[in-house]
C-alpha cells in the first residue's frame, strides 16, 4: 500500500542555507531511495512571491513525485507604492496599512488553510519546515524548525562544538 507524502518545498525558493540545504538533500535522499509512495510536492507561492523556479526543484523531478503550485493572498503595502512617495500621502498609507494588517492578516491565513486542504487532500502524511507553519487537518505532521535544519550536517549528522 502506497502513502500519499506532501512536502513543503517552499524554502527551496527562499532560503539559500541551513534549511533550504536540509529540505533538498532529505527530499532528494528520499526520491532515491522510495519508489513506491507518491509525493506532492507544494510551492505556496504567496511566500516567495513568485519567484523563478530554482534548478533544485527541477531536479527533484521522479516518476513518483509532482509540484503542486499554490496561490493565495500576498500582503501588499500601500505605503510601498510610487504614487504615495510624498511625506504626506507615505505617512497617511501607512495608517491604512497597520489599520488593514489585521484583516487582511486574517483573510490571508484563511485563503491559505482552505487551498492547502483542497489541494493536499487525501495526503496521509505532510512535511515542513517553520517556513510554512500549516498543519495539516487530516495528515500526520511532520516539521522541521529551522534551528535544526541549520545545524544538520553532511548524511544528517549534527554538528559538534569544540570545548572552550
Given at each position: 500500500?502506497?502513502?500519499?507524502?506532501?512536502?513543503?518545498?517552499?524554502?527551496?525558493?527562499?532560503?539559500?542555507?541551513?534549511?533550504?540545504?536540509?529540505?533538498?538533500?532529505?527530499?532528494?535522499?528520499?526520491?532515491?531511495?522510495?519508489?513506491?509512495?507518491?509525493?506532492?510536492?507544494?510551492?505556496?507561492?504567496?511566500?516567495?512571491?513568485?519567484?523563478?523556479?530554482?534548478s533544485e526543484v527541477t531536479?527533484?523531478?521522479?516518476?513518483?513525485?509532482?509540484?503542486?503550485?499554490?496561490?493565495?493572498?500576498?500582503?501588499?503595502?500601500?505605503?510601498?507604492?510610487?504614487?504615495?512617495?510624498?511625506?504626506?500621502?507615505?505617512?497617511?498609507?501607512?495608517?491604512?496599512?497597520?489599520v488593514l494588517l489585521w484583516?487582511?492578516?486574517?483573510?490571508?491565513?484563511?485563503?491559505?488553510?482552505?487551498?492547502?486542504?483542497?489541494?493536499?487532500?487525501?495526503?496521509?502524511?505532510?512535511?515542513?519546515?517553520?517556513?510554512?507553519?500549516?498543519?495539516?487537518?487530516a495528515a500526520l505532521n511532520?516539521?522541521?524548525?529551522?534551528?535544526?535544519?541549520?545545524?544538520?550536517?553532511?548524511?544528517?549528522?549534527?554538528?559538534?562544538?569544540?570545548?572552550?
Amino acid at each position: 500500500m502506497s502513502v500519499r507524502i506532501g512536502f513543503d518545498i517552499t524554502a527551496l525558493y527562499i532560503a539559500q542555507a541551513g534549511v533550504f540545504r536540509y529540505t533538498h538533500n532529505l527530499l532528494q535522499a528520499l526520491l532515491e531511495i522510495d519508489r513506491e509512495n507518491e509525493y506532492l510536492l507544494l510551492d505556496y507561492a504567496p511566500l516567495h512571491g513568485k519567484r523563478a523556479t530554482p534548478s533544485e526543484v527541477t531536479a527533484l523531478e521522479a516518476p513518483n513525485a509532482r509540484v503542486l503550485r499554490c496561490q493565495g493572498l500576498r500582503y501588499r503595502r500601500l505605503a510601498r507604492w510610487d504614487a504615495v512617495q510624498q511625506p504626506t500621502l507615505r505617512s497617511l498609507a501607512g495608517l491604512v496599512d497597520r489599520v488593514l494588517l489585521w484583516p487582511w492578516s486574517a483573510a490571508a491565513q484563511a485563503m491559505m488553510h482552505r487551498k492547502l486542504a483542497q489541494v493536499l487532500d487525501g495526503v496521509d502524511v505532510f512535511h515542513s519546515s517553520d517556513v510554512l507553519l500549516w498543519r495539516h487537518p487530516a495528515a500526520l505532521n511532520v516539521v522541521t524548525p529551522r534551528a535544526t535544519a541549520s545545524c544538520s550536517g553532511k548524511n544528517g549528522s549534527l554538528h559538534k562544538r569544540k570545548p572552550t
